[in-house]
């Protein structure tokens, strides 16, 4: 099982002239130790994309599709659970990167 797992990622801006998709079906998974760097031009999603992994997001962004699973469990599930930002299994991740 990989360590962090991010499937059909997807997150919506709705904004006055209507929603914008800054994050569009990102998948990508990484093993502990594995490095993985975003790279792309500016305002192309890639603090958008942290961000929405992190349940990090303020409005008027939000998280409209796809999975994150930390060590097997699903953050998106467990944040609508718990009603924290950050899931109690990556806290300690969210801190060292926020
Ligand atoms: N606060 C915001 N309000 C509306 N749209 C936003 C906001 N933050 C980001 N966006 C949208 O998300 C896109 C991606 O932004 P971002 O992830 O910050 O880009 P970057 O790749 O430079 O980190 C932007 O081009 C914009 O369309
Ligand atoms: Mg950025």
């Given at each position: 099982m990989a360590l962090l797992e991010v499937n059909g990622l997807t997150t919506r801006f709705e904004l006055e002239h209507g929603p914008v998709t800054?994050?569009?079906n990102v998948s990508f998974s990484l093993d502990a130790g594995e490095i993985l760097g975003i790279v792309g031009?500016?305002?192309?999603?890639k603090s958008v994309t942290a961000f929405s992994l992190m349940n990090l997001l303020d409005a008027?962004?939000?998280?409209?599709g796809g999975t994150v699973r930390f060590k097997g469990q699903d953050l998106r599930a467990a944040r609508r659970a718990s009603?924290?930002?950050?899931a109690a299994t990556a806290s300690r991740w969210c801190s060292r990167t926020r």
């Open positions: 800054a994050v569009d031009e500016s305002g192309s999603g008027p962004g939000r998280v409209t009603g924290r930002r950050c």
